[in-house]
């Protein structure tokens, strides 16, 4: 199993010295990748959650490259409607190359009606919107000289460089927790990204994803099953903490519930670190590193 940090760039951590901070912190200590979220505008219903401040993820990405140098770089997630898929394929690819081959492209179809409105992107087509996109991305990155014809973009005669250092892409992820989200991620991906199950809904989950891989004639293929979730380390189990965020709870017990997610098939954990202070912050990166992943492997 491999473990990656969300980076909060975003709310009271959206200073360049606290993302940073935490880049380069994650990469000493031996973490695998650092992933960035996605909103463009924030409605004030949701200002409490994510606040005002809301770092744009590309180019938060972007600026780490300078920054670290081995750490993979994802996003979780890309909301693929937001934006035109050539600007996309354009900044991804640049960031896959001028990092040396380290960007992971997480991808969904977004959520937020609010900010679909104020976007003008229709909202009930956002996922044959992210369904193409996807298509798009791929032959931009692929073809000499790219062509499409679908719903939405149609071209021919064209050049796209720079290509993606890796080959044929970044590894793409797809978002999302239900079962239409797990057919887009084998139909259109290398991974499904999901947020938030419990282990036990993860099991459940795997039934139809090893169904569907079988299907497709994938179930022998490198395809990855990684789950963002929440994690805050305590003396003792967090009051008033969600029954569904597993990971709120003392190091004995973060070590038994990261081993039960692997046991329902998880392969990957991008963790999403709850703490008041970057002091805080810093401190849990430097326990996972040391004292917890290490308990999780020793099984």
């Known amino acids: 199993m491999r473990f ?18 935490i880049a380069t912190s994650a990469e000493e200590l031996g973490f695998d990748s650092l992933w960035v979220s996605d909103h463009i505008v924030i409605p004030t219903s949701h200002h409490k959650g994510f606040g005002e401040e809301f770092f744009e993820p590309l180019t938060t990405l972007a600026y780490l ?77 692929v073809e000499k000289i790219p062509s499409f014809k679908g719903r939405y973009f149609e071209f021919s005669g064209l050049s796209f460089y720079p290509k993606p250092l890796q080959k044929p892409y970044p590894p793409i992820w797809f978002g999302g927790n239900d079962k239409k989200a797990i057919d887009r991620a084998v139909l259109l991906a290398s991974g499904w990204h999901p947020v938030r199950l419990t282990p036990e809904e993860v099991k459940k989950a ?67 670190i709850l703490s008041g202070t970057l002091e805080r912050f810093i401190k849990t990166l430097r326990i996972l590193s040391e004292e917890i992943i290490p308990q999780v492997e020793l099984d």
């Open 206 to 272: 795997m039934v139809y994803l090893k169904e569907r891989l079988r299907v497709c004639g994938k179930e022998n293929s490198d395809f990855t099953v990684a789950l963002r979730a929440n994690i805050q380390i305590a003396s003792d189990k967090v009051m008033g903490a969600d029954n569904r965020d597993v990971l709120r709870n003392t190091k004995s017990k973060i070590v038994k519930g990261i081993r039960r997610y692997r046991e329902a098939g998880v392969s990957y954990m991008v963790l999403h």
């Open 4 to 21: 990656g940090v969300s980076i909060p760039h975003f709310g009271r951590y959206a200073t360049w010295e606290a993302v940073v901070k």
């Open 65 to 141: 490259v300078g920054c670290t140098q081995r750490i993979k770089l994802g996003t979780s997630v890309i909301v693929l409607p937001y934006r035109n898929p050539f600007f996309l394929a354009k900044m991804v690819s640049t960031l896959d190359v001028l990092s040396g081959g380290r960007v992971i492209l997480g991808v969904g179809t977004g959520w937020l009606k609010d900010e679909f409105r104020a976007l003008s992107i229709p909202y009930g087509k956002k996922g044959a919107i992210s369904e193409e996109y996807i298509e798009i991305l791929k032959t931009l990155w």
